[in-house]
């Protein structure tokens, strides 16, 4: 079967670094996918990473290998706003979207 | 506003009646997606559309569900006898089918309660 895993919650500082980490195992990979999503809101586009390697864009970076079917969100100088849940999806053979049940931060002053 | 839109944001019905949700794209994309998502979990795929066609329905969804966009463009989703475990938000998302990758741009939701 087709499974994603996360970590239910994760608690940070304000103005710290943390890593939020996502295994795969899926039928095929074309590519993997972070989405931000704040309560009750939609989920927002973060990264998209398909060859290994780590992706930088401003305060978040994306990391991925795909011979160990791992990634991580890497996310600095954390701010209150960054509070929501962070969802890894992976994009397999079909082009289908397979979604991890999302990883809740919890920001701390 | 040039996002993907859904209508209602809000639906409280009784089990058994039928509701039917819609969902307007970013216009240019090509590719539309419905997805279900219950509290604590990643959004469960229903189905997708690439145009008009319904390219596939997830084995999951009962017959009590259809979708359709039968102009390429906009899309209705029905549930038809409503069930407490209908209870969800429905998420529409929208995406332009690219060489590199295809970035799905979600709508606002409908957060169906089913009494």
């Known amino acids: 079967g087709q499974n994603i895993d996360q970590p239910t919650e994760m608690t940070a500082t304000e103005g710290a670094i943390v890593q939020i980490n996502c295994t795969y195992q899926?039928?095929?990979?074309?590519?993997l996918f972070w989405y931000q999503q704040h309560a009750g809101e939609a989920p927002t586009f973060l990264s998209y990473n398909v060859l290994d390697g780590l992706e930088e864009k401003g305060r978040f970076s994306s990391f991925l290998s795909r011979s160990k079917g791992y990634s991580y969100l890497l996310l600095k100088e954390l701010q209150m706003k960054d509070s929501a849940s962070y969802l890894c999806a992976v994009w397999d053979s079909n082009y289908q979207l397979i979604w991890g049940a999302g990883t809740k931060l919890i920001i701390k002053p | 506003d040039t996002g993907v839109s859904q209508d209602p944001r809000h639906k409280i019905t009784k089990r058994g009646q039928n509701v039917t949700f819609r969902c307007d794209p970013i216009?240019?994309?090509?590719?539309l997606y419905w997805y279900r998502q219950t509290l604590g979990q990643g959004p469960e795929f229903l189905t997708y559309?690439?145009?008009?066609?319904?390219?596939?329905k997830s084995r999951l969804l009962s017959d009590r569900f259809s979708a359709e966009r039968p102009k390429g463009s906009f899309s209705t989703l029905e549930i038809q006898r409503t069930e407490q475990g209908d209870s969800a938000m429905y998420l529409c998302?929208?995406?332009?089918?690219?060489?590199?990758?295809?970035?799905?741009?979600f709508g606002p939701g409908t957060r169906l309660t089913v009494l």
């Open positions: 559309f690439q145009n008009e066609a319904q390219l596939e």
């Open positions: 899926t039928s095929g990979f074309n590519g």
């Open positions: 998302a929208s995406s332009l089918v690219a060489e590199t990758y295809n970035e799905q741009f």
């Open positions: 216009s240019e994309h090509n590719r």
